[in-house]
């Protein structure tokens, strides 16, 4: 007799499948990017999404340095890091951090929403982000994403 399974399927390392994905973030938000990515990291767009796993896709994100903010965030937005050493706490604005590395402002945001856990950790690790058009994961033939489209 056929009868609905009720089970529920929990993915696990060796059944997900990760997909690789490439972002343009020229003219896109730098906030809204990030939530798109971190989105995508985790894998909660997928109907097996476990939360305890790592399920989500392989991100590529192009055009770093193109990346848009809004309102005063330019030069009101600061980038906090402290070097290790006594009074090593530094500052550097938005604008200044877009000049010396796009990469690392990109990368902070969407670090910022990843768990803070060996998860997350290692959700970052599936996150390549590069300031040019170009990048070196062709052989995995990634598929273009348009960010409206996700939901």
């Known amino acids: 007799m056929d009868t609905l399974s009720l089970k529920t399927i929990s993915a696990n390392k060796t059944t997900v499948e990760k997909k690789w994905v490439v972002i343009d973030a020229k003219d896109q938000v730098l906030g809204r990017l990030a939530s798109s990515a971190a989105y995508l990291l985790r894998g909660k767009h997928k109907t097996n999404f476990t939360p305890h796993v790592d399920c ?4 590529i994100i192009i055009n770093a340095e ?13 980038y906090t890091h402290y070097t290790g050493y006594p009074g090593g706490q530094r500052t550097i604005v938005a604008e200044k ?3 010396k590395n796009p ?3 990109v990368e902070t945001a969407v670090k910022g929403m990843l768990p ?3 998860l997350g950790a290692a959700l970052y690790r599936n996150l390549y982000v590069y300031a ?5 994961h062709a052989a995995q033939q990634p598929e273009l994403i348009n960010l409206n489209s996700i939901k």
């Open 56 to 59: 989500g896709d392989n991100v």
């Open 66 to 78: 193109k990346v848009q903010l809004t309102g005063n965030k330019w030069a009101g937005k600061e």
């Open 97 to 99: 951090l877009m000049v």
């Open 103 to 105: 990469i690392a402002m």
């Open 116 to 118: 803070k856990n060996r």
């Open 132 to 136: 040019g058009e170009s990048h070196p």
